[in-house]
């Protein structure tokens, strides 16, 4: 899925997409990106213990996020069996520290989800948010005045 979403942003010109799993990821990451899409499994409900310590540990940079685009995408073991809370505890901490989530009106509203490995129809999904926020990202960045 991360796979997916990364491929999607790259559709947007000028987009940049790095994966990177949750042991890897330094709070400075978050704060030179310009658009965060965070994926977990879902563990009852809720997004996986490894993001939850992570984002635990980005309140020492609360505010510093302000503005930046956030999304979010999920697998669970079946149907209605936690993927919208999971989708929205990730999307909760996004809100809290500032950031504009991306949401969508017709379809998976809190973001992308697929029950256990993602089908095609899942993996569109989830290329479709990654390009949905790279060209969210793109329209808000203002230019640097120093042009760096």
């Known amino acids: 899925m991360a796979l997916a979403v990364a491929e999607g942003a790259k559709q947007v010109d000028g987009a940049k997409a790095i994966i990177k799993k949750v042991d890897n ?17 879902t563990y009852y409900g809720q997004m996986s213990g490894k993001l939850k310590a992570f984002i635990d540990e980005s309140t020492t940079i609360h505010g510093k996020l302000k503005g930046k685009v956030g999304a979010a995408f999920t697998s669970s073991g079946g149907t209605a069996s936690g993927a919208e809370t999971t989708l929205l505890s990730m999307l909760q901490t996004m809100l809290i520290h500032g950031m504009i989530i991306q949401g ?13 490995n993602p089908n095609e129809k899942d993996v569109e999904s989830c290329m479709e948010l990654g390009k949905r926020v790279a060209n969210l990202a793109r329209r808000l960045k203002i230019p640097d005045p120093k042009g760096v």
Do not use: F
Not at 25 to 36: H, P, R, S
């Open 25 to 41: 990821v330094t709070l400075k990451d978050l704060q030179e990106a310009d658009g965060i899409i965070m994926g977990s499994p």
């Open 104 to 116: 969508r009106p017709d379809d998976k509203h809190y973001g992308a989800a697929s029950v256990e």
